[in-house]
């Protein structure tokens, strides 16, 4: 049974940084497309960014994250990471990463695309 568990969110002042962690169990990380969303109150889940272990471990992100987030992993540690920097007021929301056997059927792919999910974490940024 695969189970991630989201880590890392907190609250920081606009500028600052975080980095958030998800630990994949029960399979081996290389296997999957794995992805950060994000979603506030009222509002579908948002794709962050997302990286293809099959295809070469090739990443994408959102327009409005480009430049300042970074998706990475440690397959040692079977680990996804969301390093955030520059962070703005607008990024404040609940943080999930979610995993999908095989290789991203898409650049960005949407939630629907993803089997396995964290339990959220929650990144507040004030002004």
């Known amino acids: 049974q695969v189970q991630l568990v989201d880590s890392g969110g907190g609250s920081v002042q606009a500028g600052g940084s975080l980095r958030l962690s998800c630990a994949l169990s029960g399979d081996r990380f290389d296997f999957y497309c794995m992805g950060w969303f994000r979603q506030v109150p009222g509002k579908g889940r948002e794709g962050v960014a997302s990286?293809?272990?099959?295809?070469?471990?090739?990443?994408n992100y959102a327009e409005s994250v480009k430049g300042r987030f970074t998706i990475s992993q440690d397959s040692a540690k079977n680990t996804l990471y969301l390093r955030m920097n520059n962070l703005k007021p607008e990024d404040t929301a609940m943080y999930y990463c979610?995993?999908?056997?095989?290789?991203?059927?898409?650049?960005?792919?949407?939630?629907?695309?993803?089997?396995?999910w964290g339990q959220g974490t929650q990144v507040t940024v004030s002004s």
């Open positions: 979610a995993a999908e056997y095989g290789r991203c059927r898409s650049s960005l792919p949407p939630p629907a695309d993803y089997e396995y």
């Open positions: 990286i293809d272990n099959i295809h070469y471990a090739r990443t």
